[in-house]
């Protein structure tokens, strides 16, 4: 098992930026891979991002290609997303997650995690 702890968020003007960490606080990322998710009220929950910790492969949404960049440093069992040029759009409850296989098929599916952090929220502000 794995516990997840996601932080970094915050309030910030569009165009600017913010890095969000996930960090094991218990439990190592050894055999799982680690994704964003976020949310927002009324909407479902969506795929951001993930990474692959044994071999650093990564995955995107299109709304984020380009934009975001996702990292590990195994070491600290921590992932982190790197997020750039900022849009309204982009505000939600960021959450963190762990799965054991693929964390993205293609073609815009993310399958579901098999455990979760807690959400931090971002907001962008126009």
């Known amino acids: 098992d794995v516990q997840l702890q996601a932080s970094g968020g915050g309030l910030v003007q569009a165009g600017g930026s913010l890095r969000l960490s996930c960090a094991a606080s218990?439990?190592?990322?050894?055999?799982?891979?680690i994704g964003w998710f976020r949310q927002v009220p009324g909407k479902e929950r969506e795929g951001v991002s993930c990474?692959?910790?044994?071999?650093?492969?990564?995955s995107y949404s299109d709304s984020v290609k380009g934009r975001f960049t996702i990292s590990s440093d195994n070491a600290k069992n921590t992932v982190y997303l790197q997020m750039n040029s900022l849009k309204p759009e982009d505000t939600a409850l960021y959450y963190c997650?762990?799965?054991?296989?693929?964390?993205?098929?293609?073609?815009?599916?993310?399958?579901?995690?098999?455990?979760w952090g807690q959400g931090t929220q971002v907001t962008v502000s126009s």
């Open positions: 997650a762990a799965r054991m296989g693929l964390c993205y098929y293609g073609g815009g599916y993310w399958p579901r995690p098999d455990y």
């Open positions: 218990e439990g190592t990322f050894d055999d799982y891979n």
């Open positions: 990474i692959s910790t044994s071999d650093g492969s990564t």
